[in-house]
């Protein structure tokens, strides 16, 4: 039986990214239209879940106590719509810190897989806005999804082989939500 899960990177495909990083919860500007589609996804009975880099934990522009109020805030965004996420993941190393964890490489994802008691990733989906999250989609065996939002028309840009491909290319969270809970996609 596939799972139905749909895994999410955060900055740019929840909430607004920047290339300076998202330091404190000022600068944590969710997308309305993704928050109302992760409420939809779990309300069509679809667990969601969050796969994200946090490299500037490592980088020392914040720390874990802070990254806990941008995830409670999102958390508390998404009950309020309806919504529910099955669990959070982050890697707060570095690229040069040789972990396991950080996408491209898939170990959030089989972190998420654990946590959720789940056998396999199989039928589930990884979404985000980078190359690096359509890889760590790819080596955990979901299905990807490219969202243009944060830097997803960039990711487009310099990869447009995505476009050609099995990914699913969206103009957001909320039209992806949209195809996969549309009758034609199942």
């Not at 500007?29 to 490592?58: D, F």
């Not at 990254?67 to 965004?77: K, V």
């Not at 955990?140 to 490219?146: K, P, T, V, W």
Request: hydrophobic share 40%; aromatic share 6%; glycine share 8%.
């Amino acid at each position: 039986m596939s799972a139905k899960l749909v895994i999410l990177d955060r900055d740019g495909v929840i909430n607004q990214d920047s290339d300076d990083y998202v330091k404190s919860l000022d600068e944590w500007i969710a997308y309305p239209a993704a928050i109302e589609a992760i409420a939809r996804l779990h309300r069509a009975g679809w667990q969601v879940a969050v796969a994200t880099n946090q490299s500037g934990i490592a980088r020392g522009y914040y720390d874990e106590n802070v990254l806990a109020g941008m995830h409670q805030h999102m958390l508390s965004l998404v009950h309020a719509a309806g919504g529910e996420l099955a669990h959070i993941a982050y890697c707060p190393h570095g690229p040069d810190d040789d972990c396991q964890c950080r996408k491209p490489l898939p170990g959030m994802l089989h972190e998420i897989r654990q946590a959720l008691d789940l056998p396999s990733l199989e039928g589930s989906w990884m979404v985000g806005d980078s190359l690096r999250d359509i890889q760590a989609g790819e080596a955990a065996g979901c299905h990807q999804a490219l969202v243009l939002t944060g830097k997803g028309e960039r990711t487009l840009e310099k990869h447009p082989e995505i476009a050609t491909s099995s990914v699913g290319v969206f103009p957001d969270l909320a039209a992806f939500a949209d195809w996969l809970l549309s009758p034609s996609s199942a």
